[in-house]
C-alpha cells in the first residue's frame, strides 16, 4: 500500500511538473513492472527504485512532501506544532513555546522563497498574532517580503537565513519535542529544527522562573562563541592617573597629614566615616569632597577589605594626550566641589529648551561645563549658545546665582564671526545633511558633528570655523562621541560600522564591523579602552579599542538601542531602546543587571551622575527620570551568587512642559544639564 | 495577496504612460511595490528615531529614498499636509490636489511673516529634586493643593491644622516665580497701594479676576493682603482695594483659593467688624462694611459645602460682635451687615431673638437727650438702619415664601420697650437646657470682653461653643435665654408669659414654622410703621 501511494505521488508529481514523457514512461513501466510482478511473483529489482519495499518512510515522506508541493503542508505542520506545545505540560510549556517564533518565521520564509506568496500571506496572518507582542517590529519587516528576491535583500531575513538561533531547553522538553517531531512524521518541521535553531540542551529540571519573556536576539555568532566572548577578560576599572584618581590621591595625602597632625576630627565626621565604612557601595569610593570619605578609601587601597570598594585602576592602551594645566586645575577644582548625590540629595536640574524650532531640531548637547548648548538641525546647520553669556544678559536673579549652571564658564569669549544682535547663537554651517549628532570635547574647544552627508566634521569654538572633514563612512553617520580624554572619538553609522578616529588622522584608526543592522549610537568607556555601540539588531555590543574585536554582545533589548550611558566606576553600563525600557548591565559579567521600566516613548539619552549613584534617563514622553543605582550596585555586588534580580528604585519623574528630552549631562559638579525642543502639540491648549 | 492591488499598478502604469500593461505584469509588480515600500518606510523611520521626533515627515521619507539612492519626491515640503481629493467619477481614486499658482499674485503678495528665530531658554526643571512651580514647568494640580492638608481636613482636625500659614510650612516646595510674575505681582501691589482709584486700577482688579496662570501669585497676595489689613487700619482706601483684591482672587476661575482661605478670612472679618477703619471719621467705612459684608456671604456661599465649619465659625464672630454691649456700634454695624448678608436663616436665628433686647440698649443713643455726641448719634441711627433692613429682608423673604395666614394673638398692646426686670423664674422648658448653655455662653462672653478689634483672626476659638452656635434648635434656644439672662435685660413681659406661653414670637423666631404672624406684629412693634415697607402688598391687605 505504502509503495502504492508513492507511486501515486510520483506520478502526481511528474504530472504537475508537466514532465509529459516521464510520466508516460514511467506509467509504462509501471506496467510492464506489473505483470511481470505478476508473472514471476518474485520481488525483482525493477526500474525507479521505488519498489524497494524496506524503504525509508522518511524519505517516502519527503517525496510525498514534494509532490503535494503546496503550502498548505507548512500550515498544517505548524499549527499541529503550535496545539501541541500549547497543550503540553506546564513545566516545560515555557521552553517550548520558544521554539515557535523561529519556526513560524522559518515556516513564513520557506513559502516564500518555495514561491507561493499567496499561501505565505495566509500563513503569516494566520498566525502572526501569536508573535505580535513579543516581535511586532520584525514581523513588520517580515510582512512585506513576498518574493525570493526580497528575502535575499531582506537584512532581516537574510540574518534569520543565516544565522541560527539559540534556544536553552531542558533535557526533558528536547525529547519530548524530538519524540513528537518523529512520531508525527512532520519533516517538515523537524527539518526547519534541525537547520535553524540551536537547541542548547542543559540538565536538570527547567528553570522554575522562566523568563517568559526572553527575547530572541540575532547576534551572528553561536551560543558557545557568545559565551566564550562574554567570559573574555575585561578590564573594567577607571583609568589610571585620570584626573579623579589624582585628585583622590591628593585628598587621602591630605586627610593622612591631617591625621597625623591629630585626631581633632568632630564626632560627626567620625560618625560618617563609619557610615562609609560601613557601606560598600560606590558613593563611598567617590565620596572625594568629604576628607573622612578620602581618607577611607586611601586605607581600602591597602587594606583587603577596602580594596573591593575601589575600582580597579587600569592601564591605557592607547596614548593618552596630555592636558593643559589650566583646564586640569579647573577640573580638579569641580571635582572638589562635588556635590553629592543619592536617593536622598537628588540633583538640582536645569533645563536648556529650543523654542520655536519648527521641529527641525535633530539633536542637542551639552558642554562639560553646561555653558555651552549645541543643537544639530535638519537644515544642516548647527548652532551654539553661549549659555553664560545669555545668562550675563538677562541677569536673572534664577540663573545667574545657581551654582555651576554658568558660574564656572571661564571660557573666554569667543570669536563672535556670526552673531550680530539679534541673535544670540553661533551658525556654524557646513554640512549637507542633517545633522545628527554633536558633542563637545571635555575642554570645550573644539565641537564634533556628524551628518547625514557621511561626513562627521570637527569644528574649532575658538575660531568658529570648520577644521576638519572626516570622510569614512559610507552611509548616514548617525552618532559621534569624544572619548573621556579627548583627541579620540568614535562615531557609528547606516553602513553597520563603528569607527574609532583621532582628531588629527583623516582616515579611522579602527573600523568596528560585526552588528547585523545600522550602528545607532556610541559611548566610551571612562578608561577609553573599550566603546561601545548600540545598534538597530537590538544588541549592545562592547569592542576593544586597541584591537577592534567585540568583547561582548549584550542581548536583551526589544527594539532599536537609542542610548548608552557608562558608569563612572566603569563597571555598569546602561541603555535605552525605542520602547522605554532601560538596561542596566554588569561589564565584567555580560548579563542584565536590571531593567528599569517606567518610560512610555524612545528613551533619547542617558546619563550616570558624577560618582555614578544616580542615573538619569530622558525621553520622548516629555520626562526626565532619576533613577537609584546604588541600590542595585549593591545588590550585585554582594548578592549576585544568590540571583537577585532586584528592581533599581525610580526615585523621581520630572515631567517637561510637552518637551522632549533630547540631552541630559551631568556637569562635574553634579548639576544635572538637561536640553529639549519645547515642542507644543498644536491641538494642545496651554493649562494655567 | 498583496496589500498593493493590481489597479493601483495600472494606475501608476497609465500615469507614466503605459496603457496597455498586462494584468499578470501588474500581478507581478504589486508585491514588489508593497516591499519596497515598506523597505522605504522602515528606513524612514530609522532616519524619524534619529532626528528625535515622533512623528513621520516627507524629510523622513525623503531621507530614506536617498539612503536607497532613489532620487527623492520633490515638491512635499514638509509641514504642510497633503491634500487628497477624490476623482470625481471614481470612488476609490484619489489624487493630490495641485492648484494653479498665479505669478502676479505671489509677486504681489505681502511677505509672509518672517518665523520667529530658534533660541534657548533656560529654566530650573528641578530644584533638588523639587520641581518648582514656575510657567516653564508643567502645570502641577497637586502642588496647589498639598495632599497633607486634605488629609488633615479629613480626619476632622480640620481647623487647627489650617491655622496661619503651617500650609506653607509643610509645603517643601521652594516657590520660584518668573520674571513675568514677579513684575505682575509688583505692580499689582504698588497700584493698591499708591491707592488711588483710578481707571488702571480697575483693570488690573479685572486682571486678576480674570487672567490664567496667577496661582503661583496666590500666596503672596494673601499673604500681602494680611501684612496690608494689619498694617493699615487707618488707610480707608487702602483697605477697600485690598478688599476688591481679595473679592478678584475670588472671582478668578484658574485659581484655587481653598488651601489660602483661613489666612484670607481673618483680614476680610476684621474689615467687617474693626472699630475703626479709616483714619478720619468723614470716610465712608459703612461702605467698605457692606461690601466686606457681601465678600463675606460670597466665601460662605462659595466653599461653605467644602469647608463645612466655616459659615459657623463666620457667624461665630459676628455674633460675639453683634452681642457683646461693650463693643463700639460700628462694629455691631458690620456684625449686623454680616450676617443679614448671610441670609435670612441666619437673620432669624441669631438677630431676631435678640432684636427686641438690642434696641432697648440702642433706645438710649438714638436719642438727642441722652446721647449728647452727634457722631455717636449718627452711628446708632446707622446701627438702627442696618438692623431694620436686616430684619425687613427678612420678614420680606419670609412673606413671599409663606403667603400667609393672620396673626392669631395680638400682641399689639405691648408697650414698646418695657423696662428691664431682673426676676425670672427658670421656666420648666427652658430649665434644663438653659442652665447647661448658660456657663458655655458665659465663657463666650467673657472671652468676649477680653477681645480687641482684631477678634476676627481668633478664627477658631472653643469649638464646643461654636457648635453651640451652630444650627441646632434646643441648643442655640439655650444660648438666647442664657445671653438674655445674663445680661439682665430679659423684657418683664416676656417673663411673664413665659409660664402661660411657651412660644415667643421672636425667641423662637429661628423655627421653620412659627407663627408668623404674631414674629411680624412684635417687628412692628419694635419697628413701627417703618418695618410695613418691607411687607410685600398683597400681604399687606391683609393686614389693613
Redesign the interface.
Known amino acids: 500500500m505504502e509503495e502504492e501511494k508513492i507511486e501515486q505521488a510520483v506520478l502526481a508529481y511528474l504530472k504537475k511538473k508537466g514532465y509529459r514523457q516521464a510520466e508516460l514512461a514511467f506509467q509504462d513501466e509501471q506496467q510492464t513492472h506489473r505483470s511481470l510482478n505478476s508473472s514471476s511473483g518474485g520481488g525483482g529489482d525493477g526500474g525507479g527504485g521505488t519498489t524497494n519495499p524496506s524503504m525509508d518512510p522518511a524519505v517516502a515522506n519527503s517525496i510525498f512532501l514534494y509532490a503535494r508541493a503546496d503550502g498548505t503542508l507548512y500550515k498544517e505542520g505548524y499549527s499541529k506544532l503550535r496545539s501541541w506545545v500549547h497543550s503540553s505540560l506546564d513545566l516545560y510549556k515555557n521552553e517550548l513555546l520558544r521554539i515557535l517564533y523561529p519556526v513560524f518565521v522559518h515556516c513564513f520564509m520557506d513559502l516564500v522563497a518555495k514561491d507561493f506568496?499567496?499561501e505565505a500571506?495566509l500563513f503569516f496572518q494566520t498566525f502572526r498574532e501569536d508573535h505580535d507582542t513579543l516581535h511586532l517590529r520584525d514581523l513588520?519587516?517580515l510582512?512585506?517580503?513576498?518574493?525570493p528576491?526580497?528575502l535575499q535583500?531582506?537584512e532581516l531575513a537574510v540574518a534569520f537565513r543565516e544565522n541560527k538561533i539559540n534556544i536553552r531547553m531542558c533535557q526533558y522538553s528536547f525529547e519530548l519535542l524530538l519524540q513528537y517531531l518523529h512520531s508525527t512524521d512532520s519533516m517538515l518541521m523537524l527539518g526547519i529544527v534541525n537547520e535553524h535553531i540551536n537547541i542548547q540542551v542543559f540538565p536538570g529540571q527547567p528553570s522554575p522562573l522562566p523568563e517568559e519573556e526572553e527575547a530572541i536576539t540575532l547576534t551572528g555568532k553561536p551560543q558557545e562563541a557568545l559565551d566564550s566572548m562574554n567570559q573574555k577578560e575585561l578590564r573594567w576599572g577607571t583609568l589610571e592617573d585620570s584626573l579623579e584618581d589624582k585628585l583622590e590621591k591628593e585628598l587621602a595625602a591630605e586627610a593622612e597629614k591631617a591625621e597625623a597632625e591629630g585626631k581633632e576630627t568632630e564626632a560627626d565626621d567620625m560618625k560618617k566615616r563609619t557610615a562609609d565604612g560601613g557601606k560598600a557601595g560606590a558613593s563611598s569610593k567617590k565620596s572625594k569632597k568629604d576628607k573622612t570619605g578620602t581618607s577611607a578609601t586611601g586605607k581600602g587601597a591597602k587594606s583587603d577589605s577596602a580594596a573591593a570598594i575601589n575600582a580597579p585602576r587600569v592601564k591605557p592602551d592607547l596614548p593618552m594626550p596630555s592636558l593643559a594645566e589650566e583646564t586640569e586645575r579647573q577640573v580638579l577644582e569641580d571635582l572638589r566641589n562635588r556635590a553629592r548625590l543619592g536617593s536622598n540629595?537628588?540633583?538640582?536640574?536645569?533645563?536648556?529648551?529650543?523654542?520655536?524650532?519648527?521641529?527641525?531640531?535633530?539633536?542637542a548637547s551639552i558642554s562639560a561645563d553646561g555653558a555651552l548648548?549645541a543643537?544639530g538641525?535638519?537644515d544642516s546647520s548647527l548652532?551654539v549658545?553661549d549659555?553664560a553669556k545669555?545668562?550675563a544678559q538677562i541677569t536673572?536673579g534664577?540663573?545667574g546665582t545657581?551654582n555651576g549652571?554658568v558660574s564656572n564658564g571661564v571660557t573666554e569669549p569667543k570669536g563672535v564671526a556670526l552673531e550680530n544682535s539679534?541673535?544670540?547663537?553661533t551658525l556654524l554651517q557646513g554640512h549637507a545633511?542633517?545633522v545628527?549628532a554633536a558633542n563637545f570635547s571635555p575642554d570645550n574647544d573644539y565641537l564634533l558633528s556628524c551628518s547625514?552627508d557621511c561626513t562627521v566634521r570637527l569644528w574649532s569654538l575658538r575660531l568658529n570655523a570648520n577644521l576638519v572633514c572626516y570622510k569614512g563612512h559610507n552611509?548616514?553617520v548617525?552618532d559621534v562621541q569624544y572619548s573621556p580624554v579627548g583627541h579620540y572619538f568614535a562615531s557609528a553609522s547606516?553602513d553597520r560600522t563603528a569607527r574609532v578616529w583621532c582628531m588629527e588622522r583623516l582616515h579611522p584608526l579602527r573600523i568596528l564591523a560585526g552588528h547585523l543592522s545600522?550602528v545607532?549610537c556610541v559611548q566610551w568607556h571612562v578608561n577609553c579602552n573599550y566603546i561601545a555601540t548600540g545598534s538597530?539588531d537590538k544588541t549592545v555590543r562592547l569592542w576593544d579599542v586597541q584591537t577592534g574585536e567585540c568583547m561582548r554582545i549584550f542581548t536583551g533589548h526589544r527594539g532599536?538601542v537609542?542610548s548608552l550611558a557608562m558608569s563612572s566606576d566603569g563597571r555598569y553600563m546602561a541603555s535605552g531602546d525605542?520602547d522605554g525600557a532601560i538596561l542596566m548591565w554588569d561589564l565584567g559579567s555580560g548579563r542584565c543587571v536590571t531593567p528599569l521600566l517606567g518610560h512610555t516613548?524612545?528613551v533619547?539619552t542617558l546619563a550616570f551622575s558624577g560618582e555614578g549613584s544616580l542615573l538619569a534617563s530622558g525621553s520622548?514622553d516629555?520626562t526626565?527620570r532619576?533613577w537609584d543605582v546604588n541600590a542595585s550596585g549593591k545588590t550585585s555586588r554582594t548578592e549576585e551568587k544568590s540571583s537577585g534580580k532586584r528592581r533599581l528604585r525610580l526615585?523621581?519623574t520630572?515631567?517637561?512642559?510637552?518637551t522632549?528630552v533630547?540631552a541630559l549631562k551631568f556637569s562635574r559638579r553634579n548639576l544635572?544639564l538637561?536640553?529639549g525642543?519645547f515642542s507644543p502639540l498644536k491641538t494642545s491648549v496651554m493649562?494655567? | 495577496m498583496s496589500i498593493v492591488p493590481k489597479d493601483t499598478i495600472h494606475v501608476i502604469a497609465q500615469s507614466i504612460g503605459i496603457s496597455n500593461l498586462q494584468d499578470d505584469v501588474a500581478a507581478a509588480l504589486a508585491p514588489d511595490v508593497e516591499y519596497r515600500m515598506r523597505e522605504i518606510m522602515q528606513e524612514a523611520i530609522k532616519c524619524m528615531r534619529h532626528s528625535k521626533r515622533s512623528i513621520l515627515t516627507t524629510d523622513d521619507v525623503d531621507s530614506a529614498l536617498r539612503l536607497r539612492n532613489v532620487e527623492p519626491l520633490y515638491g512635499f515640503a514638509s509641514g504642510d499636509p497633503l491634500r487628497f481629493r477624490r476623482a470625481l467619477g471614481h470612488s476609490d481614486l484619489f489624487y493630490v490636489e495641485d492648484r494653479d499658482l498665479e505669478f502676479k499674485e505671489i509677486i504681489d503678495a505681502p511677505l509672509p511673516r518672517a518665523p520667529l528665530d530658534t533660541s534657548v531658554v533656560a529654566h530650573w526643571l528641578a530644584v533638588e529634586g523639587v520641581q518648582p512651580a514656575i510657567p516653564e514647568n508643567a502645570p502641577i494640580e497637586n502642588l496647589a493643593v498639598p495632599p497633607e492638608t486634605k488629609r488633615g481636613d479629613a480626619h476632622g482636625g480640620g481647623p487647627r491644622k489650617e491655622d496661619d500659614g503651617a500650609i506653607e510650612v509643610k509645603i517643601p516646595v521652594k516657590h520660584v516665580l518668573s520674571r513675568e510674575l514677579q513684575l505682575y505681582f509688583e505692580k499689582i501691589t504698588e497700584l493698591i497701594v499708591a491707592g488711588s482709584d483710578t481707571l488702571l486700577l480697575r483693570d488690573a482688579f479685572l486682571s486678576v479676576a480674570t487672567d490664567s496662570g496667577l496661582h503661583p501669585l496666590v500666596p503672596y497676595f494673601t499673604q500681602f493682603v494680611a501684612d496690608e489689613v494689619t498694617r493699615g487700619l487707618e488707610d480707608f482706601p487702602l483697605l477697600f482695594s485690598l478688599m476688591r483684591l481679595v473679592q478678584s482672587l475670588l472671582l478668578n476661575p484658574h485659581i484655587h483659593i481653598e488651601p489660602y482661605l483661613h489666612q484670607l478670612m481673618p483680614s476680610v472679618i476684621t474689615c467687617l467688624v474693626a472699630k475703626r477703619l479709616g483714619g478720619r471719621a468723614v470716610e465712608n467705612h459703612w461702605e467698605l462694611r457692606d461690601f466686606t459684608a457681601s465678600l463675606v456671604a460670597f466665601i460662605c456661599k462659595r466653599f461653605g459645602h467644602t469647608y463645612q465649619n466655616l459659615q459657623p465659625r463666620v457667624t461665630r464672630t459676628l455674633l460675639h460682635a453683634f452681642l457683646d454691649p461693650k463693643r463700639a456700634l460700628t462694629q455691631h454695624y458690620g456684625a449686623i451687615r454680616g450676617l443679614s448678608a448671610l441670609g435670612s436663616r441666619v437673620v432669624r436665628l441669631l438677630v431676631l431673638p435678640n432684636l427686641e433686647l438690642y434696641l432697648h440698649l440702642l433706645a438710649p443713643e438714638l436719642s438727642p437727650e441722652t446721647q449728647q455726641n452727634e457722631m455717636k448719634r449718627y452711628e446708632a441711627w446707622r446701627v438702627y438702619g442696618a438692623l431694620l433692613s436686616a430684619s425687613g429682608a427678612c420678614v420680606y423673604e419670609k412673606m413671599k415664601a409663606h403667603p400667609y395666614s393672620l396673626p392669631t394673638v395680638s400682641t399689639s398692646t405691648r408697650p414698646k420697650i418695657i423696662s428691664p426686670s431682673r426676676k425670672r423664674s427658670a421656666g420648666t422648658d427652658l430649665g434644663q437646657p438653659s442652665q447647661k448653655k448658660s456657663h458655655v455662653e458665659g465663657g463666650l462672653l467673657a472671652s468676649d470682653a477680653t477681645g480687641s478689634v482684631t477678634e476676627g483672626r481668633n478664627f477658631d476659638g472653643g469649638e464646643g461653643s461654636s457648635q453651640a452656635e451652630d444650627v441646632d434648635g434646643g441648643k442655640s434656644r439655650g444660648v438666647e435665654s442664657g445671653s438674655m439672662d445674663d445680661g439682665g435685660r430679659r423684657l418683664g413681659v416676656e417673663a411673664n408669659r413665659s409660664n402661660e406661653r411657651k412660644s415667643f414670637s421672636l425667641a423662637e423666631a429661628w423655627k421653620e414654622d412659627v407663627d408668623f404672624g404674631s414674629l411680624l406684629l412684635s417687628l412692628v412693634d419694635l419697628f413701627g410703621d417703618s418695618m410695613l415697607p418691607f411687607i410685600p402688598t398683597e400681604e399687606m391687605s391683609l393686614f389693613l
Open positions: 506568496p499567496q500571506r513588520h519587516k510582512e512585506g517580503v513576498l518574493s528576491q526580497h535583500e531582506s540629595a537628588l540633583p538640582s536640574v536645569s533645563f536648556y529648551s529650543f523654542v520655536n524650532t519648527h521641529n527641525s531640531l535633530n539633536c548648548v543643537g538641525f535638519s548652532k549658545w549659555m545669555i545668562g536673572s534664577d540663573q545657581a549652571v539679534k541673535s544670540s547663537y545633511g542633517p545628527y547625514g552611509y548616514p548617525w547606516h545600522d545607532d538597530s532599536m537609542l525605542e516613548g524612545c533619547w520622548a516629555n526626565v532619576l526615585l523621581k520630572l515631567p517637561t512642559k510637552s522632549p533630547y544635572l538637561a536640553a525642543a493649562t494655567g
